[in-house]
Structures are given as C-alpha cells and as structure tokens.
C-alpha cells in the first residue's frame, strides 16, 4: 500500500469523525431547543419576573381591583360602571385600548372575550399542583440528556 492510500484512508477516517461529531451537534442542539420549548410553558418564577405595577388611584389600578373584587373577568361597561366613569364611546374606546395593550404586553390584565378583562393573576397555572420546581440534577436519570 502506498503512502497515497495511506493518507486517503486518514481523510476518511476524519471524515467520518466530522460526521458523528456534526450528527451529535445537531442532536444536542435539538435537545436544547426542546428544552427552551418546555421552559416556554412554565410560569416564570418570581424573582426573575418583573413586578408591574400600576399608579395608584388611575383608571387601571381602579379597573384592576373591580376585576379582583369581581372575582374574575368583567365586560368594560361593567368596569365603568364600577369605576364611576360615564359609559359614553370615548371612555369605552380609551379604556378598551388601555386593558388591550397590557392585555397584549402579558401584563397585569388579559382579555378573555371582546371587550372583556380579567387579570393574569387569577389565570390558574396548567402545571397547579405539579412540583415542578422541586426537581433537581440529583432527580434525574444518569442518561438523561447524554448524548448517544
């Protein structure tokens, strides 16, 4: 065998390395995306969020707590009402833009029908009573996560 062969045999080896180790990447990859996909779904903890917080006696901290003392969503005449603003279309609009943009934000209020509010806060978690938080490295398989 010559030396040409011999250095061919050598490409390919590395070669073939290459590909196991670009097939691990993409693996390992997949693995993180999963991972971030799953964290997507799980309710921020408390420290890294940030408290929103409204002006007290403005118009949506006054909406925030009818919701609260409501018990739950309220269509935006009835949060007028229970306000003391007039139910006229100016502040129907003004107050309906104010929810719809925190309301899209994710902050402090969502809208749960058309001109229908509610607070995030009383939004139950899908993962109520999981102990999700409770689970740590030490929980977990050896092989979880390792790469074949």
Do not use: C, W
């Amino acid at each position: 065998m010559g030396i040409r062969e011999n250095f061919q045999k050598l490409i390919d080896k590395k070669e073939q390395e290459i590909t196991e180790l670009e097939l691990q990447i993409r693996e390992a990859k997949a693995y993180v995306q999963a991972l971030q996909d799953s964290m997507k779904l799980l309710p921020r903890d408390g420290s890294a969020a940030v408290e929103h917080t409204l002006r007290p006696g403005s118009s949506l901290a006054k909406a925030r707590d009818a919701i609260r003392a409501a018990g739950g969503p309220l269509p935006i005449a009835e949060i007028l009402k229970a306000i003391g603003k007039p139910q006229d279309k100016k502040h129907r609009v003004s107050l309906a833009g104010t929810l719809s943009g925190y309301a899209r934000d994710g902050r402090i209020f969502e809208k749960t029908a058309p001109n229908t509010f509610g607070l995030l806060e009383s939004r139950k978690s899908p993962f109520a009573g999981d102990s999700v938080e409770a689970i740590t490295d030490d929980d977990l398989p050896e092989e979880f996560g390792a790469m074949r």
